[in-house]
Structure formats: C-alpha cells, structure tokens
C-alpha cells in the first residue's frame, strides 16, 4: 500500500518510479506510512534526483536505507481501527481493515 502511494506522489513531481527497478525495494517499504510521511519522502526523492541527479528509484533506494517512520506500527494500526470502527461508510475503507 504504502508503495502506491509513494509512487503517486512522486508522479505529482514528475517523478516516475520504474516498477521492475523498485521490486527488490518492496521490503524496505514500510508497511503502513502516514500521508505525510509519504509526501516527505516523495519530496527527498524529489530533491535528491534533482540536485545529484540521480532516478527516482535510485534516490528512493538511497532514502530507504535509513528511513524510520515517524509512528511504530501498533499507534498506526490502533489508530486505523479507531478510524474504522467509527467510519460512518464502510465503502470508503479499504477492505484490508475491516474486520
């Protein structure tokens, strides 16, 4: 999920992820990633191609290396519960969260 959104972002800059290039980065993805830290990374990526000149895979490799999220795993999972359980409309949450 998270690379989606990453990738996304990056688009919003121009910035193409090639998807056979970012495979071997699947497990250095995090899991889950907030909104802003996916905007952030995607702005890294941004910055580092642009002022070394580099792809966007090898500028999202190289922000991976030592990428730490901004939330552990469990808040980010009691907090997507907590967003489900009081969702008024089912429809838009993703299917992997309910339960």
């Given at each position: 999920?998270?690379k989606s959104l ?94």
């Open positions: 999920m998270s990453i990738r996304i972002l990056c688009g919003k800059y121009d910035l193409e992820l090639v998807k056979d290039a970012t495979k071997h980065l699947i497990p250095k993805l995090p899991n889950l990633v907030t909104p802003g830290a996916a905007e952030s990374l995607a702005v890294k990526v941004y910055r580092l191609a642009m002022t070394k000149g580099v792809s966007a895979d090898a500028a999202l490799e190289s922000l991976l290396g030592d990428y730490q999220s901004p939330a552990p795993e469990d808040i980010m999972n009691f907090q997507i519960q907590l967003a489900v359980e009081e969702a008024s409309d089912l429809s838009f949450v993703l299917k992997e969260f309910i339960s």
